[in-house]
């Protein structure tokens, strides 16, 4: 099976954000128990205290009949030390706590039916602002009819939640092991087809062998292509959101069908293979046990996509997916050169910093285009998220788990990129039989320029561009180690070596084999 290669140019999209979670603890007056709902506010209006027996217990008033929106929407006394509760719509936020805050609140709840979005506004309207304002899903807010009294009282809060994670132990595994191994078996997989050159197996075997060679031309096309597909992103997001699905589906099956397929084709049954006749792709006869196996990877990749937003399991099959299409694309796509490397690799270090730190000022949003095709545009009417990410939800108990099953993200570009870069210094390593240390001193740098990401990550408490780290931890050890071994010639530009090492790989690889 082989995937289109414009499916490769789909993983270099997604990088992580965090929204503006808090809680609101409802209470009935002159009892201590009560329940915690999510709110999502945001903190340029007012900040919320971080401990719960520091946030002021205030009565509600349930004014959810109105939006809020004009003077006559504001009953007789106003909410003297008191926290409205209106409906989302007809006006601005702005409009609404302003209102609110003239007339003695204490804070603002607004109820949504729609997804629950940070409430907007520009710097002077924060400067005006001196009170909280956050929104309350609408299913809350009917469960909270229910279960609480007409003298509810309500304290919102919003917990410090660590911003680094134990899931953040199993990302740096899941994008360590993806990039060594995709590293390894790529690198052996072309030492084994030097010698397959000599002697081939079956049609299969020929099929699994095919690859595809980077050239410049072809990194100028692939550079356009992400800038234009992010921008068409960021203006058309939900009439393009489902073919992104769509296309990860295909892609993911394909890396699944590649990566399961060396140890299905070692099985002792279902060798027998289709008989003679006219159809697609049949007409080849291929193997049952091929068949079988395209059907697995075809039901797992579906039912992926008919369960994508169940956050209690769905990220294990993303996960899985995610990894296999990752293992495909470093040993089908091959860059031949350590000049393609760096070509490539520098040039995709620009276009992330350019779209998550430079993008804020061109936008009206203040927004990176990054960070909203990630998350997923606020107006966005099918609320899709992008899947081209590994994700693991964090471990770590907290209230917040209430609002969203939160995760860490890490883009398939930021395993993809660098893992092509091990790839070419594994193959370098067998071609000139140096012992796998410019493979292993390029993984050990990744893993080091991840760690590194995790670190900005806590420091700065936003997301980061990880190829910022990245990039330079695993291009400038490579160099280091290739002029140390003083091969940096040959590692450059990958001529001279290869004609005269490729019988000496073939040979080695044949001798190794039981």
């Known amino acids: ?43 340029q209006w007012a900040r919320l205290p971080q401990d719960l027996n520091k946030a002021s217990r205030l009565q509600i008033y349930d004014l959810t009949t109105s939006v809020l929106c004009s003077p006559s929407d504001v009953p007789e006394g106003g909410f003297p030390n008191l926290i409205p509760m209106v409906m989302r719509g007809n006006c601005t936020f702005y409009e609404k706590v302003r209102l609110a805050q003239i007339n003695g609140a204490k804070a603002l709840l607004i109820v949504s039916k729609d997804r629950l979005t940070p409430p907007a506004g520009n710097k002077s309207q924060y400067e005006e602002i001196d009170i909280p304002v956050a929104l309350l899903s ?140 006219n159809l697609p792709y049949l007409h080849t006869r291929p193997q049952v046990r091929m068949l079988l196996l395209s059907a697995f990877c075809i039901a797992v990749s579906g039912t992926w996509m008919v369960f994508r937003n169940e956050d209690q399991w769905a990220w294990v099959l993303q996960d899985t997916l995610g990894i296999a299409f990752c293992l495909y694309m470093l040993k089908t796509v091959r860059l031949p050169t350590f000049k393609a490397c760096t070509l490539l690799l520098s040039v995709l270090f620009v276009y992330d910093v350019f779209f998550v730190f430079i993008t804020p000022f061109l936008t009206k949003s203040g927004e990176s285009i990054m960070v909203e095709v990630a998350a997923g545009p606020s107006d966005s009417y099918a609320h899709e998220k992008l899947p081209m990410v590994l994700k ?38 067998i071609l000139t039989q140096s012992s796998r240390i410019y493979f292993v001193t390029c993984t050990i740098a990744y893993g080091i320029g991840l760690l590194i990401t995790f670190v900005a990550l806590a420091v700065m408490q936003m997301g980061q561009p990880a190829l910022l780290y990245l990039v330079p931890c695993t291009l400038l050890t490579s160099l280091a180690v290739a002029l140390w071994r003083r091969e940096l010639p040959q590692f450059w530009t990958g001529s001279g070596f290869v004609s005269a090492a490729e019988g000496s790989a073939a040979c080695q690889w044949h001798c190794s084999l039981p």
């Open 1 to 43: 099976m082989r995937v289109p290669d414009t499916l490769f140019w789909a993983a270099f999209l997604i990088q992580k954000v965090v929204g503006e979670y808090g809680m609101a603890h409802f209470s009935d007056e002159g009892k201590s128990r009560g329940k915690d709902y999510c709110i999502f506010f945001n903190s």
């Open 138 to 277: 609408y299913s809350d807010m009917l469960d909270i009819g229910k279960t609480f009294g007409k003298g509810r009282l309500v304290a919102m809060y919003a917990p410090n939640e660590p911003v680094l994670d134990y899931n953040m132990v199993i990302i740096f595994l899941m994008a360590v092991g993806t990039v060594a191994v995709g590293g390894y078996w790529a690198g052996s997989r072309d030492s084994k087809k030097r010698y397959m050159k000599h002697k081939r197996d079956d049609g299969a075997e020929k099929q699994d062998e095919e690859t595809v060679d980077v050239t410049p031309i072809m990194i100028c096309v692939f550079v356009v292509m992400c800038c234009s597909m992010l921008v068409l992103l960021y203006f058309f997001y939900d009439y393009l959101a489902i073919w992104v699905i769509a296309i990860f589906c295909l892609a993911s099956s394909v890396g699944l069908h590649s990566c399961l397929w060396p140890f299905v084709r070692r099985l002792p049954f279902c060798k027998c293979r289709v008989p003679e006749n």
């Open 392 to 429: 693991v939800p964090r471990l770590n108990f907290s209230p917040l788990s209430l609002c969203d099953r939160p995760f860490s993200l890490l883009g398939f570009g930021d395993v993809l990129v660098p893992g092509l870069l091990v790839v070419y210094c594994h193959r370098f390593d």
